[in-house]
Nanobody, 115 residues
């Protein structure tokens, strides 16, 4: 089993940056994939980004070129660097981990982009 804890959310002005972290309770070295989803009020959950065990990454079109996902296996942590933030990026961001054929989820962290 894997517990995931997100951090780094907050309030930021449009055009600003935030870096989200997702710390896993055990080694993520063998995790098949890790990534981020987000859910804005009144909207369905939206996939944001994924990083696989080999290091390949994929991004939703809405964040491509602005967000960067990375992982530090030594720290059992996945990051989401978010630049050029827009009000429409406002949402609860949750990380996930696919390991041993099971999907694990964190509780989420709120990101609010507003002036």
């Amino acid at each position: 089993q894997v517990q995931l804890v997100e951090s780094g959310g907050g309030l930021v002005q449009p055009g600003g940056s935030l870096r989200l972290s997702c710390a896993a309770s055990r080694s993520i070295f063998r995790a098949t994939a890790m990534g981020w989803y987000r859910q804005a009020p009144g909207k369905q959950r939206e996939w944001v980004a994924t990083i696989r065990s080999g290091g390949s990454t994929n991004y939703a079109d809405s964040v491509k070129g602005r967000f960067t996902i990375s992982r530090d296996n030594a720290k059992n942590t996945v990051y989401l660097q978010m630049n050029s933030l827009k009000p429409e990026d406002t949402a609860v961001y949750s990380c996930y981990c696919n390991a041993d054929g099971v999907n694990y989820w964190g509780q989420g962290t709120q990101v609010t982009v507003s002036s």
